[in-house]
């Protein structure tokens, strides 16, 4: 056999998709729990989806106009991670250090 193993021969590609995969999801979670959820509120899920996400929400306010509404912003923030995970998936694959399904 001689391709890789599938999980820890291509494990950059595994922790880099779904790190960023769970920063997706999880502004996708805090942009939908913000309209039930009071921003100071002191529920953990709600303290760690901040935690987890602030970072992103940050960057996104530098890359969008300030007439973005800032309740937006986990929403951009969500697209651009998820586009960048795309780029990222491109990027290996291409590069070959994706793991596949079938031989190349």
Sequence with gaps: MDQPHFILG?????????????VGWTLFGRF??????APDSR???WRWFRLLTD????????????YVAPQ??????AFWIFSFRMAFGIFMW???????????
């Excluded at 494990?11 to 995969?21: D, E, G, I, Q, R």
């Excluded at 992103?56 to 969008?64: K, M, T, Y």
């Excluded at 291409?94 to 190349?104: D, K, M, Q, T, V």
């Design 94 to 104: 291409s590069a070959g250090w994706a793991p596949r399904l079938a031989p190349a």
């Design 32 to 37: 939908l729990m913000q309209f039930f959820i």
């Design 43 to 45: 529920l953990y899920i």
């Design 55 to 66: 970072w992103a929400v940050r960057a996104a306010s530098w890359l969008v106009p300030r």
């Design 10 to 22: 291509h494990l950059p590609f595994w922790l880099v998709t779904y790190s960023l995969a769970v």
């Design 72 to 77: 937006y912003l986990p929403l951009v923030a």
